[in-house]
């Protein structure tokens, strides 16, 4: 956990996809053991450049985020809300949407219309999304949303500050120390493994781990601040999700 905030949430569907695999499919398993047996090489860059690469795409949407919309500052609707929401989505909702003309137009697929309404209402909303694409930044995204509801739509990456950063690093590092002495006991990986299935779950487990914690929990702590630091400084009424993993 980090403070009072239990990490499982981020990676239980990644494991329950791991563990369905091994129960269901046997060449899924032994494939995933192969990789991680023959590209040690390859995994190991894969995942100590993994932190780089995250803070690389946080750091190049909140510069892009704050030149195409307005800084991180706390603001009020130009109407004066009834109440502040703050509504929080992921870039792959924003898609072509058929409207009752049958006229398609860009809009969040989850809250755009929630969010409409609420602006119909004399809410102030203020959205926010993070990017879920895999590799690359989601740059056309970010100006199709300034173009189509002006400065409705932000990158929560505009909240990012160097100390957001550091705190990330310090605290998924000590996690990351914490998972090595952990995973070089031979009697805990031994464990993990069902001794009637020549497939080694606890080898399976055990890469997966090594993502979690030299990357993924650095990854989840950077968001967990940033959140904490949206919430402090727009001090909103109401938070509008998507889904309770956001």
Same mark, same amino acid.
């Given at each position: 956990?980090?403070?009072?905030?239990?990490?499982?949430?981020?990676?239980?569907?990644?494991?329950?996809?791991?563990?369905?695999?091994?129960?269901?499919?046997?060449?899924?398993?032994?494939?995933?053991?192969?990789?991680?047996?023959?590209? =040690?090489? @390859?995994?190991?860059?894969?995942?100590?450049?993994?932190? =780089? $690469?995250?803070?690389?795409?946080?750091?190049?949407?909140?510069?892009?985020?704050?030149?195409?919309?307005?800084?991180?500052?706390?603001?009020?609707?130009?109407?004066?809300?009834?109440?502040?929401?703050?509504?929080?989505?992921? %870039?792959?909702?924003?898609?072509? $949407?058929? %409207?009752?003309?049958?006229?398609?137009?860009?809009?969040? %697929?989850?809250?755009?219309?929630?969010?409409?309404?609420?602006?119909?209402?004399?809410?102030?909303?203020?959205?926010?999304?993070?990017?879920?694409?895999?590799?690359?930044?989601?740059?056309?995204?970010? *100006?199709?949303?300034?173009? =189509?509801?002006?400065?409705?739509?932000?990158?929560?990456?505009? $909240?990012? %500050?160097?100390?957001?950063?550091?705190?990330?690093?310090?605290?998924?590092?000590?996690?990351?120390?914490?998972?090595?002495?952990?995973?070089?006991?031979?009697? @805990?990986?031994?464990?993990?493994?069902?001794?009637?299935?020549? *497939?080694?779950?606890?080898? +399976?487990?055990?890469?997966? +781990?090594?993502?979690?914690?030299? $990357?993924?929990?650095?990854?989840?702590?950077? =968001?967990?601040?940033?959140?904490?630091?949206?919430?402090? *400084?727009?001090?909103?009424?109401?938070?509008?999700?998507?889904?309770?993993?956001?």
């Amino acid at each position: 956990s980090y403070g009072d905030i239990s990490l499982w949430w981020f990676y239980e569907p990644g494991l329950c996809f791991l563990v369905e695999n091994y129960v269901r499919n046997k060449r899924y398993s032994e494939k995933a053991i192969k990789n991680g047996k023959y590209k =040690h090489i @390859f995994k190991f860059a894969k995942l100590r450049l993994a932190k =780089h $690469y995250i803070a690389f795409r946080l750091i190049m949407r909140a510069i892009l985020g704050k030149v195409i919309s307005k800084c991180a500052k706390s603001r009020q609707s130009k109407d004066g809300g009834i109440c502040k929401v703050l509504a929080i989505s992921y %870039t792959n909702y924003w898609k072509k $949407y058929p %409207t009752p003309q049958q006229k398609k137009r860009n809009k969040d %697929t989850m809250l755009g219309d929630i969010i409409m309404a609420l602006k119909a209402k004399n809410f102030n909303v203020i959205a926010l999304d993070k990017d879920d694409s895999k590799f690359f930044i989601d740059f056309k995204t970010m *100006i199709e949303k300034r173009i =189509h509801e002006g400065e409705l739509w932000r990158p929560v990456e505009v $909240y990012l %500050t160097p100390n957001i950063v550091k705190k990330a690093l310090k605290a998924s590092k000590k996690l990351e120390e914490e998972w090595n002495k952990l995973k070089n006991n031979d009697k @805990f990986i031994d464990s993990l493994n069902n001794p009637y299935d020549s *497939i080694q779950l606890g080898t +399976l487990l055990k890469n997966f +781990l090594d993502e979690v914690f030299m $990357y993924g929990n650095f990854m989840a702590i950077l =968001h967990i601040e940033l959140m904490k630091r949206v919430i402090e *400084i727009e001090k909103p009424d109401l938070i509008l999700m998507t889904c309770a993993s956001s």
